[in-house]
């Protein structure tokens, strides 16, 4: 049963954990670590190299040649069964390195826990290892300190913990002791609202309105930190059992498969059911007219050789592995190689809101004196404009430059810049403040000019902050900041452009008119006030409180990156559709959605979502985009709604929250600067400069790549259904085998390597971010490109089998016949790669030196071809012989027959162009 600690007293804690106010005795703490364990994060168990590596070469594709290999060596061709050992070894050890991935979540998570914690043990308080500290402990916290562990607070002065890496909320959140209320079922809210009971029907799932995560404000969770304050705080979960915890555990949970890798897998098995179909087939004709069985064994085996495509593995991997090479250039950095395709057909990308589409940053947006004035610029950068209606005005005038040296006055931060880049030391909302004034000017000598002679620091129940200065030829300045109600409330006065007036009640309403409508825009609001006081007036806060004069409010909040328009709007042109999914509050979420452009307007909340069922959050998943107070759970579930519409999901965001959707999503994108270990390590792509515009960049490198894998699968695959047909027909129509499996190995993995190559670098189209996304459920290959495939297969089979035939008609001998075969197929290779450089354009419309990378490997595919039939040690092993010009001549006339038929292919094929 679930134990609401937040809605228990703090005397209730203690009581049903059995410690107290000073904690345990170091004997009954040995004896709780006994009982539950070290304060750490269980790491799942991880499979071995070797069984990696065992699961390569149990792939369909790999099974069939290893038999073939086998028969090959029972009946004498040892050469050959080397030859194919060695592609499986290679085939194998790619699929190794792909795949051979380190899990170190865990560990990362680790890494998030505070070493030492202050404990008190025996009444006294000492420091001990994080992982000592057991339930019932009561642990000591400050500003600086890591919370070492989930705990109710039972004490706490002026308390502010940062949880944005937990749950998503942007700014510190204060702590109280004060218990929360407890959960209420739905049904006993129904009945409240009616006055009837409801009946309890057949299999329902109860349901309650649970205390979100981020709204539990007497509580403290491992891996947050105190930014402000003090406390203590009882352990009420360690290890496993604390949030953190459970999310770890969400993390280690089975990886879904990649589009890619599992499209893969279903071509490789229908390839090997056909090849050892037909294989079957023709030996057991071969075997009923009376051949040799070791003849009939080695023509099977060319037929088994035949239809493997032992490249494909390779040139996938390696059109991945270009284009993660290229997505590292544009700061984009692969974690696993099928990451890049699936980025590509990426249809939504759930997006977490703090530090990926906002700076993370808080910032000054708008100012009300007696006036409006908005301010521009983004985060801690001090650049920017203050503008009324749209017009730069003097940031140094009066009442402006009165407002933001308040707010300088009134605060401990810190702003300084290091190695470039601005850097805050302190709250974030005075870390704003200071910004403003730097944007303005006045900073510097505001601090310089002014010594803090007292401070009435801010907390939960008074929540203002007051200090009181003496400045050089000003006296003792008191300024104020704090909740505009509380502010208003200690103020008489107010300034205005000709001089200060006394406070009326009317003023009072336009003031709070105002700050309403700004704490709309998801503004956080401040109310700043002044007075001067004599030097030998008393400085007790009951008096230098009061009679104050107002001078304004401030709205801040975390606003979106500048980048982050541009990435939105490409997105929605490239018909992917960005959801925002944050622990924030509603109001803030919408107002950024709408500056973005994201969704409707409509919001769904965490709670809103703990009483939604499957099915009702399905039926709303396609017309809501923002999402708002959620937790780590919400988050899954809503990247699992997308994925059961159908959609490819990429979930970007940069906190321990986001870990398991992450983990969850098709591909998960972390931010590199502030994201932390933890998100890194669950994500697919890290975002080294964690721009989002970075995510367009490398969904566009997605798209290209995963069109050049369906260039190469549908080049490879003609090849081998050439290869299958044409030993099928030779052997039905009674010539015998023109190739054998040495030569078809020869094409297979060295021939047909070196275009491939090529294919995987050919530039993208101009209009490829115009396009809707690759249907996640279009197989490989698709029907169009199967029909296109099998068309020009048909051209490389005629092409190959006449040589043949013409070559024995003429008393060529088997050897001769055979090399017209082998070479025919060589270059049709060679020409078949070319045309597959577009799928639907003409070759004549491409710029012939477009692809160098082609070119080059075309040529070397074509020396590997005469390096075969001419090299003396490779004609006994390959079994060739040269061949005489005329030959030549003929060859060369007939292989272009390949590229006619792409030419009608792509012309009357149905569906094969990809970009309408």
């Given amino acids: 049963m679930t134990i609401h600690w937040h809605s228990m007293t703090a005397e209730e804690v203690l009581e049903r954990l059995e410690s107290g106010p000073t904690g345990l005795f ?7 670590l006994e009982e539950h364990g070290p304060n750490l994060i269980e790491s799942p168990s991880k499979p071995s190299p070797s069984r990696i590596f065992l699961k390569q070469l149990k792939e369909y594709l790999n099974v069939v040649l290893i038999f073939a290999a086998l028969i090959s060596y029972m009946a004498g061709e040892t050469h050959n069964a080397y030859v194919i050992i060695g592609i499986v070894l290679l085939v194998a050890l790619i699929g190794f390195l792909q795949e051979y991935k380190a899990e170190r979540s865990m560990e990362a998570l680790r890494e998030m826990l505070a070493p030492e914690a202050d404990t008190f043990r025996d009444g006294e308080m000492v420091s001990i290892p994080a992982e000592n500290l057991v339930p019932g402990d009561v642990v000591f916290l400050e500003a600086g300190d890591k919370v070492p562990a989930d705990g109710r607070v039972i004490e706490k002065t002026s308390l502010e913990v940062v949880e944005a890496s937990l749950t998503g909320e942007s700014l ?12 209420i079922s739905v049904g006993v809210i129904e009945a409240r609202l009616t006055g009837k009971s409801q009946p309890a029907e057949k299999n329902a799932i109860p349901l309650s309105v649970e205390t979100p995560l981020a709204d539990r404000k007497n509580m403290v969770f491992m891996g947050t930190f105190v930014s402000y304050g003090n406390c203590r705080f009882v352990v009420t979960a360690t290890g496993k059992d604390t949030e953190l915890g459970r999310i770890s555990g969400m993390i280690g949970e089975k990886e879904v498969e990649p589009p890619l890798k599992v499209k893969l897998e279903h071509l490789a098995k229908r390839q090997a059911y056909l090849v050892l179909i037909i294989s079957a087939a023709v030996f057991f004709l071969y075997l009923r007219s009376g051949n040799p069985i070791m003849d009939t064994l080695i023509t099977a085996i060319a037929l088994a050789v035949a239809g493997v495509p032992e490249a494909l593995p390779f040139v996938v991997t390696l059109a991945l592995a270009f284009g993660m090479q290229a997505m590292a250039r544009k700061n984009a950095i692969v974690r696993s190689l099928p990451a890049v395709e699936t980025l590509g057909s990426t249809s939504v990308i759930c997006t977490d809101k703090t530090g990926t589409l906002t700076t993370g940053e808080m910032t000054v947006r708008q100012i009300y004196t007696y006036r409006p004035v908005e301010v521009t610029g983004y985060g801690y950068d001090p650049e920017g404009e203050f503008r009324q209606n749209g017009i730069t005005v003097n940031p140094k005038e009066d009442d402006i430059a009165l407002l933001l040296k308040i707010g300088v006055l009134s605060n401990n931060a810190n702003l300084e810049r290091t190695n470039g880049k601005w850097r805050l030391i302190g709250d974030p909302t005075e870390g704003a403040l200071l910004v403003a004034a730097k944007k303005s000017g006045i900073l510097e000598e505001t601090q310089k000019q002014s010594i803090k002679v007292a401070e009435y620091p801010f907390d939960s129940d008074c929540r203002r902050m007051t200090t009181v200065n003496r400045s050089e030829g000003e006296g003792i300045f008191v300024a104020m900041k704090g909740a505009p109600e ?58 230098v409180e009061v009679e104050l004069i107002f001078a304004g409010l401030v709205g801040l909040m975390d606003p979106p990156r500048r980048e982050a328009y541009e990435a939105i709007h490409t997105c929605q042109i490239a018909g992917i559709r960005p959801v925002m999914i944050t622990g924030d509050h509603r109001l803030t979420a919408r107002a950024i959605s709408r500056e973005l452009n994201i969704g409707q307007g409509d919001v769904i909340e965490g709670s809103q979502l703990e009483r939604m069922s499957d099915e009702d959050l399905l039926g709303r998943i396609d017309v809501v985009s923002v999402f708002a107070r959620v937790t780590a759970e919400h988050k899954v579930r809503i990247v699992e709604a997308f994925k059961a519409k159908g959609h490819i999901v990429a979930m970007t965001g940069d906190g321990v929250n986001d870990a398991p959707a992450l983990k969850a999503a098709d591909i998960g994108v972390a931010m590199g600067r502030t994201g932390t270990e933890v998100a890194k390590e669950a994500s697919d792509i890290v975002i080294a400069d964690d721009n989002f515009a970075t995510i367009v960049n490398a969904v566009e490198e997605g798209r290209r790549i995963y069109d050049n894998i369906r260039k190469g699968t549908s080049y490879l695959l003609s090849v081998s259904f050439a290869e299958l047909s044409t030993i099928f027909l030779g052997v039905l129509l009674g010539y015998g085998t023109p190739l054998l499996a040495a030569q078809i190995l020869w094409i297979n993995v060295v021939a047909e390597e070196f275009p491939a190559m090529g294919l995987a670098v050919e530039p993208a189209d101009s209009n490829i971010m115009r396009r809707k996304p690759t249907d996640p459920k279009e197989p490989m290959p698709s029907r169009s490109l199967l029909i296109y495939t099998l068309g020009t297969a048909a051209a490389i089979v005629s092409g190959c089998l006449g040589l043949y035939v013409i070559s024995l008609d003429m008393n060529q001998g088997l050897t001769y016949a055979r090399t017209m075969a082998f070479v025919g197929l060589g270059l049709f290779t060679t020409f078949n790669a070319y045309s597959s450089r577009s799928l639907d354009e003409s070759l004549l419309r491409l710029k012939p030196l477009g692809n160098k990378m082609l070119i080059l490997g075309l040529a070397a595919s074509i020396m590997a071809i005469l390096a075969a039939v001419y090299l003396p040690f490779m004609q006994s092993i390959f079994e060739t012989a040269p061949l005489r010009a005329e030959s030549w001549v003929l060859v060369g006339i007939v292989s272009v027959l390949v590229v006619l038929a792409a030419e009608v292919l792509k012309k009357i094929v149905p569906g094969l162009r990809q970009i309408d």
């Fill in 486 to 543: 509380v502010v208003l409330d200690r103020c008489s006065y107010i300034t205005y452009p000709d001089g200060i007036k006394q406070l009326e009640d009317e003023d009072r309403k336009e003031i709070r008119e105002i700050a309403d409508h700004m704490a709309d825009k998801a503004l956080r609001v401040l109310a700043l006030a002044w007075k001067h006081i004599d030097p030998d007036e008393p400085l007790e806060r009951d008096y």
């Fill in 26 to 32: 170091a004997d009954e703490a040995a004896r709780r």
């Fill in 172 to 183: 510190p959140v204060e702590k109280d002791v004060a218990p929360l209320p407890e959960p």
